[in-house]
């Protein structure tokens, strides 16, 4: 089974910080998404990539920027947290998208 | 614009009874349909995807397609509290990505 794994499960982080939230996957997928879900607003696509340091912003790229230097690994940076960031961030990969996602476990952060 | 939109629920199930959730989609050349479950506080988890018109079983999940009428839906046969949990219905629309719906909350009473 392909496996997605996020760093953090939960995090703290003050406001102005800068955040690093990152994703490997081990199963040599091509393509690598970032979301954010929030009550009532759904799944919410940040940034994707579709192969090794290439990205694609997503429906709500502001505030955020994405890093994939090897195929693997897809980071997400928040470049200076503030409180509207505090949500549940999920990490997904797929070998051909008609095939569907792979979820990570989500990493919950907070801003303070 | 293009859209996934599901019923909005919540919808509450007695303990053995079927539950059925419905997603209509926008884009009439949509390929692949999926069905995700996730528990609260957990991530999306696949269970069910159907490419054809007609049905697909899995156990007590069927999926059902109607690419004419740009419907999907995925019925639980025999509910039970442990298929409480929020439903999300994704489309792949484009080349790379999925679109999802809102979700729809299902609650297995007991």
């Known amino acids: 089974d392909v496996k997605v794994t996020q760093s953090s499960r939960y995090l703290v982080k003050r406001t102005g910080e800068k955040v690093f939230l990152e994703c490997v996957q081990d199963?040599?997928?091509?393509?690598m998404f970032w979301y954010r879900q929030d009550p009532g607003l759904g799944l919410r696509l940040i940034y994707f990539?579709?192969?090794?340091?290439?990205?694609e912003k997503g429906d709500i790229p502001e505030g955020y920027s994405v890093s994939r230097e090897k195929k693997e690994r897809f980071s997400l940076i928040l470049e200076s947290a503030s409180t509207n960031q505090t949500s549940m961030y999920l990490c997904?990969?797929?070998?051909?998208?008609?095939?569907?996602?792979?979820f990570g476990s989500g990493t919950r952060l907070t801003v303070v | 614009q293009k859209e996934v939109e599901q019923n909005s629920g919540p919808l509450s199930v007695p303990e053995g009874a079927i539950a059925s959730l419905n997603c209509t989609y926008s884009?009439?050349?949509?390929?692949?349909f999926f069905w995700y479950r996730q528990y609260s506080g957990k991530s999306p988890e696949l269970i069910m995807f159907?490419?054809?018109?007609g049905d697909k079983e899995d156990g007590r999940f069927t999926a059902q397609l109607n690419k004419a009428s740009q419907y999907v839906s995925l019925l639980i046969r025999d509910s039970q509290p442990s298929d409480s949990a929020t439903y999300l219905c994704?489309?792949?629309?484009?080349?790379?990505?999925?679109?999802f719906g809102a979700g729809t909350t299902v609650t297995v009473r007991a």
């Open positions: 997904a990969s797929s070998l051909q998208t008609a095939y569907g996602y792979t």
């Open positions: 199963m040599d997928h091509e393509n």
């Open positions: 990539s579709y192969d090794v340091k290439m990205k």
């Open positions: 884009d009439r050349g949509s390929q692949s």
């Open positions: 159907i490419y054809s018109n």
């Open positions: 994704a489309v792949n629309m484009d080349d790379y990505k999925l679109s």
